[in-house]
């Protein structure tokens, strides 16, 4: 238990760094054109979730997606469901909001669920 605690703590913290990080470039009109750069330092910052178990990298993985966009539009000022026209994940979910809180709900069970996994 005291594992899976300390790894959700984690997860939060960069979630939160990432997000409040981009928001202070976006805010500062630093526009991200091209996402590739931080999508491969979140996918390294994986690598040790997933030295300790799989479940942890599946955890850091949904959580991430669950929580990141709703914490930059909140950090922005934005209305949480706020799709940028940039990325390619906004540019697919703009027209389908139903999707996209359908796949942060399941996005977040599963992260908890891959916590709760490691605790067993």
Known sequence: MIVSTL???SILLI??????IDSDHINKLEFIDDHTSRWMLR?????????ISIYAAIAYAM?????FDTLLNKFRGKPLSYMGSTAKTDI???KRLKLYW????VALSLGIYSLI????
């Not at 979630?15 to 409040?20: E, N």
């Not at 996918?43 to 030295?51: G, Q, R, V």
């Not at 959580?63 to 929580?67: E, K, R, V």
Request: glycine fraction near 0%; charged fraction near 5%; charge should be positive.
């Open 43 to 51: 996918a390294l910052i994986s690598i040790p979730f997933a030295i």
């Open 92 to 94: 697919f979910f703009s």
């Open 63 to 67: 959580i991430f997606w669950a929580l």
């Open 102 to 105: 359908a796949t942060k709900i």
């Open 117 to 120: 996994l490691i605790s067993s």
């Open 7 to 9: 790894l959700l703590i």
């Open 15 to 20: 979630v939160y760094y990432f997000a409040k």
